[in-house]
């Protein structure tokens, strides 16, 4: 399915590739032990699966070099990832790519990574059937910043990882980042809901499509329906009591009952509602 899909539930993932919660995020590990591994393979068939490889990366602000919070190896994976990941957009593909490179990814050293990071992603490319040679002219080599030249399609797919990274609004506060949807503004997904099983469950209760649910579905309560805070409550008692919705006045209107999320995106010049700092 299309990454724009209306009857699919998209995850957008940013991992850091050779990352330690990263790597057991995605491919089973002891503190996340397999939050999506174990996800694709009892609801894959629900998921459009986005993984932009860049997380706690940063670049300098004249030279724009990057600097990966753990090395240069790091930098290399999530290049050879991106590069993977643009040339196979099969998610059947890309998803067997990325669950098997973060798997070896604990093998190397991220500071010192010689050509680990190449090797190992050609063993797994060999293994899978795809076409080294498309992967590896993608980025060509890498610099001691563990950087492809700026000419490269691997660059350029790096700086569009790290735009799409930056324009999350609210900001990503580390990595695995995992939203719900696709585009800058996407809900992210609680840390304590990004575990097995519960993401299975966040991404059925999510799920608005036609197709039958797989059975992993089955254990997964229905998520609460939104508050209608706005019909439901007509005093300013009765709307505060609820922890979901917000008493605002205005000179301009009259005073009503709104959601928290509307009552935060209100002018505070103009409203002014309870629960909600200034």
Not at 72 to 99: D, S
Not at 176 to 186: I, K, R
Not at 231 to 237: G, I, R
Request: charged share 15%; net charge positive.
């Amino acid at each position: 399915r299309s990454s724009h899909s209306c009857c699919g539930s998209n995850l957008l993932i940013l991992p850091v590739s050779r990352r330690p919660d990263c790597t057991d995020f995605v491919a089973g590990g002891p503190e996340y032990k397999g939050g999506l591994n174990y996800t694709m393979a009892a609801v894959g068939s629900l998921i459009d699966l986005t993984i932009t490889p860049w997380g706690n990366a940063r670049q300098t602000p004249l030279t724009k070099t990057w600097e990966c919070q753990h090395g240069i190896g790091e930098c290399m994976g999530n290049t050879i990832e991106a590069c993977v990941f643009h040339l196979y957009p099969k998610q059947e593909q890309r998803w067997a790519f990325a669950l098997a490179y973060e798997g070896v990814a604990h093998r190397c050293n991220r500071t010192n990574p010689g050509t680990y990071p190449v090797d190992a992603a050609k063993a797994i490319v060999d293994a899978q059937g795809l076409d080294w040679s498309s992967i590896s002219g993608c980025f060509g080599t890498f610099d001691k910043n563990g950087m492809p030249p700026r000419r490269s399609l691997g660059y350029t797919l790096g700086q569009a990882a790290a735009a799409t990274t930056n324009a999350l609004n609210p900001k990503h506060t580390g990595v695995p980042w995992v939203t719900m949807g696709v585009g800058p503004s996407a809900p992210p997904v609680p840390d304590k809901s990004i575990h097995f099983p519960e993401l299975v469950c966040v991404v059925c209760n999510a799920y608005t499509g036609n197709a039958p649910k797989p059975s992993a579905c089955s254990s997964c309560a229905a998520p609460p329906k939104p508050v209608d805070c706005f019909d439901k409550f007509k005093t300013k008692a009765t709307c505060d009591a609820n922890a979901a919705c917000a008493w605002c006045t205005s000179g301009a209107v009259p005073p009503a009952c709104n959601t928290l999320a509307d009552a935060r995106s209100l002018p505070p010049g103009v409203f002014t509602c309870d629960k909600v700092l200034l």
